[in-house]
């Protein structure tokens, strides 16, 4: 009785966000108190964040700048912000790449835990669902998983004459063509 009474009180309150509440619902496993609790922590005016990546620097998803000397960067680890946001980002990573109903994202967690790992995938997967909520509260459009396929799909290989190909070699320094007799 008490979590009925605590999850109607939790949606009377979020009643006036109801637009964005539906349409980040179309973001890959984010239920409904999800989307609640993260609208609650972001809000959903994304001017407070110029791009993406400061909205995931603030939840903690980028990695960790202060251990860098000589422009060689000593590790890779998240950075500690965050604390409430980024393990239910997480957990919904979790959720999505176990899913079958979004290809997108399971191909490329698993493509990335081929060479990261396991965590390095999820976390990177968690900043993908918080980079397509920052978009789709940004231009107030739904999500829309054409825009992940199409970054999936590899670059048309670049077909280049073998007159071209020689002489950006030569520029390069990688070929050295001999000098012509007389």
């Not at 509440?21 to 179309?26: A, G, R």
């Not at 968690?126 to 970054?151: D, G, S």
Request: hydrophobic share 40%; charged share 20%; glycine share 4%.
């Amino acid at each position: 009785m008490c979590k009925l009474n605590l999850e109607s009180l939790i949606l009377s309150v979020a009643q006036k966000y109801l637009p964005q509440i539906d349409l980040v619902s179309t973001v890959p496993s984010v239920q409904a108190f999800s989307v609640i609790a993260i609208i609650g922590e972001i809000s959903v005016d994304m001017s407070v964040f110029p791009t993406s990546k400061h909205l995931c620097s603030w939840a903690g998803l980028t990695p960790q700048n202060n251990n860098e000397s000589a422009g060689k960067k000593k590790t890779t680890r998240i950075g500690r912000a965050g604390a409430y946001i980024k393990p239910l980002l997480v957990q919904c990573a979790n959720a999505a790449v176990k899913s079958n109903e979004h290809p997108e994202v399971k191909a490329r967690y698993q493509r990335l835990k081929k060479r990261r790992g396991h965590k390095k995938a999820i976390i990177a997967i968690a900043r993908m669902l918080l980079t397509a909520i920052y978009n789709i509260l940004n231009k107030n459009e739904p999500y829309n998983p054409e825009l992940y396929r199409q970054a999936d799909k590899p670059p048309k290989h670049r077909e280049v004459p073998v007159d071209q190909a020689v002489f950006i070699l030569q520029r390069q320094g990688y070929l050295i063509t001999p000098p012509a007799s007389s």
